[in-house]
């Protein structure tokens, strides 16, 4: 208990530098969390989409191109296929917004929940929707957030498509947390096209299709893909986990580039972190000296030393995590398209804290090694 009290002491005897420290472990970790968090979501969420055998279906030449709403048709008819929708996405400004903050998504309003079988909505509110042909529902959380309620409009300024939309919400639904979607009727978006003869009437970004199983799935994605391949629109067909996988990478090899700075973060705050300790350790030569003078051996001073190093870096690398966390919630809170759920895998977190840990070992290394040497004589000839 001794010892405890005296590590704390000299952790906070010099209390400007300490905190400084401190803040430097913290702010980095904060960092290190948000950036590991991120580089992880898609590996955390990719088991929860495999359990619900849906599969989406793509122009062959990436999201820039467009399949005609022909294809539908023929993924329905598959053996295996319970459910399929079509999802253009509408890329839509609401009222000054800067960026789209949610996905407007143009879909089969009769199917969607037979695709999407975990939303619930209150049966009143699909039949509503499903009767309204300008209608759309939105995900609880947003609505939420804007504070959004049943009967509001929704005017959409387009970006991708040549109209704009006006939009009634007629229904609020629960769904997965990473869900931040609104929808409305592909027929409604197909009209307006139409009337313009848009070259996009008739087509869709994308199918999301569900199947009867797993075994389902692996003969109906050949199948669909064999069908249109000597089409004008050759289509590529995927399962939702692994067109989650594809995405990620749209941005690079994010996990490599976020080791790669997480690696350099650590160099530097053990750099940090061992000339503060190295600081703190020639003020007070003397000091070890005297206390080998009256019995303390080695193993002890080693110990304290040590252990102040330590305590600094995990104090800054909880804080560091912790800090970490609450802007990842505020994010999520703010901007959900780009942090789409509200939590951090755990090991995350403690890779956070056990990266601390090692940086106030290895930091404190060195010093502590140096004092434990530290001869008497020596010591009380310095002047700290």
Same mark, same amino acid.
Request: glycine share 8%; charged share 20%; net charge positive.
């Given at each position: ?11 906070? &005897?010099?209390?400007?530098?300490? *905190? ?50 022909? *294809? ?47 939303? &619930? ?50 229904? $609020? ?32 970004? $994308? ?12 003969? #109906? ?29 749209? *941005? ?12 350099? *973060? ?34 002890? #001073? ?59 070992? #290895? ?22």
């Amino acid at each position: 208990m001794k010892s405890l009290k005296y590590i704390f002491r000299n952790a906070t &005897r010099n209390k400007l530098r300490s *905190v400084l420290t401190v803040l430097s472990v913290a702010i980095s970790l904060a960092m290190m969390t948000v950036l590991y968090g991120f580089a992880t979501l898609n590996d955390q969420l990719i088991p929860e989409l495999a359990k619900a055998n849906r599969l989406i279906v793509m122009s062959r030449d990436g999201f820039a191109s467009m399949i005609p709403i022909s *294809v539908l048709d023929h993924v329905r008819g598959l053996e295996g296929v319970e459910a399929a929708v079509p999802l253009a996405w509408y890329i839509g400004q609401y009222k000054d917004e800067k960026m789209p903050t949610f996905a407007s998504l143009a879909t089969d309003a009769k199917e969607l929940f037979h695709v999407w079988t975990e939303f &619930r909505m209150p049966a009143e509110q699909l039949t509503a929707w499903r009767e309204n042909r300008t209608g759309c529902i939105v995900d609880r959380r947003n609505a939420d957030r804007r504070g959004w309620k049943i009967g509001d409009r929704i005017p959409l300024k387009g970006n991708n498509y040549p109209i704009d939309l006006d939009l009634t919400i007629c229904g $609020i639904y629960d769904g997965p947390e990473f869900i931040n979607d609104l929808y409305f009727h592909w027929t409604y978006l197909d009209e307006r096209l139409r009337a313009i003869n848009d070259l996009k009437a008739g087509t869709t970004s $994308i199918l999301f299709v569900r199947a009867d199983s797993a075994e389902s799935m692996n003969r #109906v994605l050949p199948a669909i893909d064999d069908r249109y391949e000597s089409s004008d629109h050759p289509t590529t067909s995927q399962s939702h986990q692994d067109f989650a996988r594809n995405f990620s990478k749209f *941005v690079g090899n994010l996990q490599v580039y976020v080791r790669n700075i997480g690696a350099a *973060v650590v160099f530097a705050l053990v750099l940090v972190a061992g000339n503060a300790m190295a600081m703190s350790m020639r003020e007070r030569t003397t000091e070890i000296a005297l206390l080998k003078a009256i019995g303390f051996q080695r193993g002890p #001073v080693l110990a304290m030393v040590l252990g102040e190093s330590m305590l600094i870096s995990l104090v800054g690398g909880t804080l560091g995590v912790a800090t970490g966390r609450v802007t990842w919630s505020t994010v999520h809170y703010f901007w959900p398209q780009f942090v789409p759920v509200d939590w951090v895998a755990p090991q995350i977190l403690l890779l956070g804290v056990g990266v601390a840990a090692g940086i106030g070992l #290895v930091s404190g290394i060195g010093p502590a090694v140096r004092a434990a040497g530290l001869s008497v004589i020596a010591g009380l000839r310095r002047v700290a």
